[in-house]
């Protein structure tokens, strides 16, 4: 009877992962979806937005003579998103400076562990939002 749970157990944790996965990626698609159908003024219409998730997990410990001190375990998602404006041929892109951002940032460029779809939606437009302005100051300058 044992041998059975172990194989069902596995399932179920893959697909709880599965089903976390498919909401990021579908937060994602909403996101550039409704980040492409903003009616901005052509030259600084982005033309490329990327997202990318870091899906990490952190195991540390100390010990002295032997006696475990201390152990913790920490999982954390950290997001990158770019965006391009301006056209293929002069964008904000490849040069010194074109990711700084000097405004106030009210993301953390982390995404929760757990699924929630509204939090992953309002921290990609957030993402979405600093890396668009960076974007066109970057190209103004």
Request: aromatic fraction near 10%.
């Amino acid at each position: 009877m044992t041998a059975r749970l172990a194989p069902a157990a596995v399932l179920l944790c893959a697909l709880a992962s599965a089903q976390q996965n498919d909401l990021l990626i579908q937060a994602m698609k909403d996101e550039m979806a409704r980040t492409g159908e903003l009616s901005l003024i052509a030259p600084d219409r982005p033309y490329l937005i990327t997202y990318s998730v870091e899906d990490a997990s952190v195991f540390e410990t100390t010990a002295t003579l032997g006696g475990l001190l201390n152990a913790s375990d920490n999982r954390f998602r950290l997001l990158s998103t770019r965006v391009r404006v301006g056209s293929y041929d002069f964008d904000n892109s490849d040069y010194i400076g074109s990711d700084y951002y000097g405004g106030v940032s009210y993301g953390s460029n982390q995404l929760p562990v757990e699924t929630s779809y509204p939090v992953f939606r309002k921290e990609l437009w957030l993402a979405t939002d600093r890396a668009y302005k960076t974007a066109i100051d970057a190209i103004a300058r």
